[in-house]
């Protein structure tokens, strides 16, 4: 019934590393990671900002172009296991060398790699460079730098993720001018922790994606606009309901918007934090909704026409 071949457009890099892949590279680099995990051995967080917190904190361990080669290996290993046969990572130059532009390019040339293996073995992929909002608007210009000068076969795209209480979107404009002069695709994490007047400050910045956005439910006269600009939205329900944005999948308004019209997507954001994987999020959407073929047909050609690639290889995910 669920088809097995599946797009994923909302993949944090660092996010999809498994608590086992941290664990055992801290353990060659002798780094203690106290308050990451819990007894269990899973990432553990209170709320949103500790789980900022703590995927930081997760994220330190990985101190080279080579750590996030293997992670990128791990990580397209564990999307071919899911069915997906393309995914796009948000990955940012805050987390590979500090926003330097020479230091990015070399975790990009290693990256590249890893993901030039993975196509090999599958699963095709791109990059979407990500600022992180509570870092602010002006460490965001050098990442967008970084993009722009990279922008390529591989980096596609341009994201801001991060704490979305901070500040506008419509903060990082020059940040997303320089991205779409330079190319990019771009979409935006809003209506996740602040609701409908967070999307249209990403709208306002021209994106053609939303992460998540689900928060626009809570106004029809957007989710009107939403459907009729064919805006896409990036929506993660599982990462949702672990965060606390929704009590549990039947009020996730996932299926609302896609009744509305709205082009909606389903990915996984951070899998392990979530304990989830996309099998499951497609299944409890089956569960819960009756979602099936028909549904997941149209969510991963929406996918295919939002996906930040070449129309050949939109061609063949169609
Ligand atoms: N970075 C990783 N996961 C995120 C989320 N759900 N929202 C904002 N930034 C993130
Ligand atoms: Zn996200």
């Known amino acids: 019934m669920i088809p097995m071949k599946k797009i994923e457009l909302h993949l944090h890099l660092e996010g999809a590393a498994p608590p086992d892949f941290i664990r055992s590279i801290a353990a060659e680099k002798r780094i203690d990671l106290s308050g990451v995990f819990d007894a269990q051995g899973h990432y553990s967080y209170s709320d949103f900002d500790d789980f900022l917190r703590c995927y930081d904190d997760a994220t330190s361990v990985l101190k080279t172009p080579r750590d996030y080669a293997r992670l990128l290996t791990e990580v397209l290993a564990q999307s071919a296991e ?9 990955v940012s130059p805050e987390f590979c060398g500090g926003g330097d532009l020479q230091a990015w390019r070399d975790y990009l040339a290693a990256m590249t790699e890893a993901a030039e293996a993975g196509r090999a073995q599958g699963v095709d992929s791109r990059a979407i460079v990500t600022p992180l909002r509570h870092l602010g608007h002006e460490r965001a210009r050098k990442t967008a730098i970084c993009a722009a000068e990279t922008a390529g076969d591989w980096v596609t795209g341009f994201g801001l993720a991060g704490q979305e209480t901070n500040g506008k979107a419509t903060d990082y404009q020059w940040s997303f001018d320089c991205a779409r002069e330079a190319g990019l695709g771009l979409t935006c994490h809003a209506g996740e922790w602040v609701g409908p007047e967070s999307v249209r400050q990403a709208l306002d910045l021209g994106v053609s994606r939303i992460g998540h956005g689900v928060r626009a439910i809570e106004d029809p006269a957007l989710v009107r606009e939403l459907a009729q600009r064919e805006i896409t939205l990036e929506v993660n329900p599982g990462s949702n309901i672990a965060l606390g944005v929704y009590p549990d999948l039947a009020s996730h308004p ?59 290889t939109r061609d063949r995910l169609r």
Do not use: K, M
Request: hydrophobic content about 45%.
């Open 82 to 90: 899911e069915g997906v046969i393309y995914t796009e990572l948000f």
């Open 254 to 312: 996932i299926a609302r918007l896609a009744d509305a019209g709205v082009r909606v997507t389903v990915s996984t954001d951070d899998p392990p934090f979530f304990h989830t994987t996309l099998r499951q999020e497609y299944d409890r959407l089956a569960e819960t909704f009756g979602w099936g073929d028909t549904e997941f047909v149209q969510i991963n050609r929406w996918a295919a026409e939002a996906a930040f690639c070449d129309e050949a």
